[in-house]
Structures are given as C-alpha cells and as structure tokens.
C-alpha cells in the first residue's frame, strides 16, 4: 500500500501474478482430481459394487467440479484485474502520447486516447456483465432444482450403464469401455425423454435469472456492451429500411405463398379465408398467427414482408391490422431483410429505434393510416417490434396488440392499449424479458400444443412457432374470438383488403 488507499502499478501487477501463480499451482489439481473418476480401481469397484461406485463418482466429480469453478472465479478476477490495470496503462500512456504531440496532432492523440481506453473499458464490462450472468443462471437452476434434475439423470444413466457392462461379456477392461459407452449413450436418451417434463422448469430458470440481471440493471448494460462488441467486430449494423417492388421472382413469391399456406391448413386442420391471390385473410386470433407464419415463409431472408389489412366494418368504420414478420436470420452480421437478430438485439435494448419499426412506421404511412384505429400484431419479433412500436406509437392511434411468443413484458405500452400475449411455458424466447407480463394485459400461457399430424410432445427445441401458437389460440375460444379483436378482421360482414410491403435494409 502506498499513501493509505493509492495503489500504483507495481503493487497491483504483483496482485496480478499471484493469482496467475495460484492458478498455475492449481490448475494441474483439476484434471488429476477429475481423474480419479475414471481410475481403474475405482471402475473396477463400479462392477462389483454399483452403490458404492455412483457415490464414489458423485463425491469425485462434485471435488472436480468445485476446484474448477473456484479456477474459473480466481481466472476472472486476474483478467478483471488485468484489465483494469491496462485501463490506466493505456491512460498513461495516451497522456503521455497527447504531451509529445501537443503542437502537432493534437485532436489526432485524444482520438487515440479514446478509442485505447473504450476498448479496454468495454472489454472489462464485458467480462464482468458475462459472469453476472452466469451466476445468475447457475443460481436458478439450483434454486429451482433444475441441478438436482440433471444429476437424477446422470445418475440414472450410469445405473443403466453398469447393468448393460455387468450382462456384457469379455475381460474386465472391455466390460469398462461398454460402461463408459452406454453412460454417454444413456444419459442423451434419458435427457431427450425427460425434456419435455424439464422444458417449463428450464424456461423458468431463464426467465428467473434476467429477472434477476433486469433488478440489478445489468440487462441493459447486457444488451449495451454486447451490441457495443459487435460493432467493433462490423455485427448488429441495423442501418435503414427501403421499400422493394419485386424482391423476388413473383412466380417465386406466389409459390412460397401456397406453400405456407397449405402447410397451416395441414397443421392447424383449419379452414381459411384468403383473397384472390392466396393472402390469408384472418377471421380469428387463431388465422392471424397462421398469417404470420404466411408472411414470414413468403419473406424469408430475402425481404420483410410487412402486411397490413384495411377492414371496414358493418359499423361503417375502418381499421387497418398491421401484422410484422418475424427473425428470419440468427446471424449476427446485418444482411438485407431486417428482420433478423440484428433487429431483435436491438428491439430489446433500445425499442422501436430499428430498420423494422421504421419501415413499419413507413408502411403505415404508405397505407394512408391517419387517426383511426389500428391493431399491432406479430410473431416473435414481429412482437417484440408491435409492442415497441404500441409504446412509442408516433401519434397513431393504437388500439389493440395481439402478439405471439414475444418478450415485450417491459415494454411501457400505454394502458389505452389492450394486449393480448400467448406465451407457452416452453418457449424460451418468449421468457427472454425476464418479467412476467402486467395484469391488466391479456396473456394465455400454458403447455405448448401438439399440430396435426405430430407425434411428439413439443419441447423448448420446437415450441416456438406461428402455426403452434395459432393452435394455441384455437384451444382459447374466449381470445380467439374476442370482439375486439375481431372487429379488425375479416370476419362476416366486414370488408377486408391485404396489401405487403416488401422492404430490405440499406447500409
């Protein structure tokens, strides 16, 4: 220590390398601890005594796995520690860079400065914010005995394991290698049946933990810091929207569009209304979201297939639904339709300030939208982008949202505008919020159904889907036929039109 509470470089770079030194001393303790669990002996005990042996097993990994996130923990903290020595390094240096270059650069030596410091800075918040977020995710799943789940399976396995390497025939080595053998195998067809029963409990604990990050302000920063990273790297580029005539071939289009559109009669067993040119022409809550899975297929990832219905009603008055499409691309480097993880990454950090609701926005106005009422609606982000949109509506009048697995719990939609939200139990990206949604909204959870013809219970793997949802919607008759809804869509006696906006992302 030097003057109370100063530490200078040196003191905190011996700091640095001893706990670097600690983890080299410790770090060879991991593979020789972790090891004992596959010890000859100890095996060979495995098939004499199989008690014994898992408990064994279970004392050896718990030792292995503790040692390693004590490793890992003590490894943050030199890299936090590191860094933040290099945080005032590079300041030093950068002053000293800007002093010898007073007269000569000087705006060219504090841009230096900057961009040396922002790195490292950024790197750092990186590094802390990601081990927030594990802790948080190691936390629920313990606090919800998602951990416990895994280690009954594992164990599970590994009894299976010793019975088919007890009924086995050969030496005692071959007998280890057939154990060995059918614990992996075990233990991946016992975790891909007991799926299904885990899938609530797994969304649980994500929502639970950004839950947790969201409390402690750390989602945000979360969101900051990973779309800051990617755009060191050229990623998350959302750029502007721009309208298209003919994105693609029109014999192209027509053919995604049949073909979407037979695939959600098939799977939803409805049947639905569409116009001369095979536009689904929504009734119901149910054959909206069949629209959406419509509008995406026709999309794709080579545009945005924006829709939007004009209805006018046996009251006389006209409505106009806006229906957005979904993420069609989950690579991080922006490409020409935007919607794609780009968009959602920037949905949920900065709301409707993205290429999507911009051309949404620019679609409405395109369609002579003014003062009367509208409905908002999507799937996915198509949701996400409706509920951005609801809260900062740009004078629109607003009136209705109806969105399908979509984390828009957050959102700060006035309570002028009545929300309907379906969210399965087993959707993982309709938990990504972290908060569950306001009471005054609509919102229908629950199991996710099975479609026609599937023979298979649905998991996290496969829950999040527009035709799914529009199942969903037809087993709640009270929603899916709610007059308020309704009255948006081309149900009888109302007048419905559809007309798409094709738009791509221009950089």
Do not use: C
């Not at 929502?207 to 779309?227: K, M, P, V």
């Not at 693609?248 to 995604?256: C, F, G, V, W, Y």
């Not at 993982?428 to 159904?449: C, F, K, M, Q, Y």
């Not at 023979?455 to 009270?478: C, E, F, K, L, W």
């Amino acid at each position: 220590m030097v003057d109370g509470l100063k530490v200078d470089f040196a003191e905190i770079d011996r700091m640095v390398t001893g706990l670097t030194n600690l983890n080299a001393y410790a770090l060879p303790l991991v593979p020789k601890v972790g090891a004992l669990s596959a010890d000859g002996d100890l095996l060979a005990s495995a098939i004499l005594s199989p008690g014994t042996a898992i408990a064994a097993e279970g004392a050896v990994l718990s030792a292995s796995a503790q040692l390693g996130v004590t490793m890992v923990t003590t490894e943050a903290l030199v890299v936090i520690t590191a860094s933040i020595v290099k945080v005032y390094e590079a300041a030093e240096t950068a002053i000293a860079a800007a002093a010898a270059a007073i007269e000569a650069k000087v705006a060219e030596a504090v841009a230096v400065t900057a961009r040396v410091v922002t790195d490292v800075v950024l790197g750092v918040q990186t590094v802390v914010y990601t081990v927030t977020a594990v802790t948080a995710i190691v936390k629920q799943a313990i606090d919800t005995g998602l951990v416990n789940d895994i280690a009954g399976i594992a164990g599970q396995s590994m009894q299976q394991a010793l019975t088919t390497a007890l009924q086995s025939d050969g030496t005692l080595a071959q007998r280890l290698i057939v154990f060995a053998t059918a614990t992996g195998n075990n233990f991946g067809d016992n975790f891909m049946a007991a799926l299904p029963a885990l899938s609530p409990k797994i969304v649980e604990v994500e929502q639970n933990a950004l839950g947790d990050l969201r409390g402690s302000d750390t989602y945000e920063n979360l969101l900051s810091t990973l779309i800051a990273d990617g755009h060191r790297f050229g990623l998350f580029d959302d750029g502007t929207p721009s309208f298209v005539d003919r994105a693609i071939d029109p014999e192209k289009l027509a053919d995604r569009r049949d073909t979407a559109l037979a695939a959600s009669i098939a799977q939803t067993g409805q049947s639905l209304k569409t116009d001369a040119d095979g536009n689904i022409i929504p009734t119901d809550v149910s054959s909206l979201f069949a629209s959406s899975s419509q509008i995406d297929n026709m999309g794709q990832d080579d545009f945005a297939n924006i829709r939007i219905f004009k209805t006018v009603g046996e009251d006389g008055i006209t409505r106009y639904t806006v229906q957005i499409p979904s993420t069609q691309s989950w690579d991080p480097a922006a490409g020409a339709a935007p919607n794609d993880l780009t968009s959602d990454v920037m949905a949920m950090r900065y709301g409707n300030n993205t290429a999507l609701s911009k051309g949404v926005l620019d679609a409405m106005d395109r369609a002579g939208i003014t003062d009367e009422p509208v409905m908002l609606t999507g799937f996915s982000l198509g949701g996400i982008t409706a509920g951005a949109v609801a809260a900062d509506p740009h004078g629109y009048n607003v009136q209705q949202v109806v969105t399908a697995g979509s984390p828009i719990g957050a959102m700060d939609i006035p309570s002028s505008t009545h929300v309907s939200a379906f969210e399965s139990t087993k959707d993982p990206i309709a938990a990504l919020d972290g908060v569950h949604n306001p009471s005054s909204w609509t919102t229908v959870g629950g199991a996710a159904p099975t479609k026609i013809g599937e023979g298979s219970v649905p998991t996290i793997a496969d829950a999040h889907d527009a035709n799914r949802y529009a199942v969903m919607a037809g087993q709640n008759p009270a929603v899916n036929k709610d007059g308020s809804i309704a009255q948006f869509l081309g149900g009888p006696g109302n007048q419905t039109t559809v007309t798409d906006y094709q738009v791509r992302r221009t950089n």
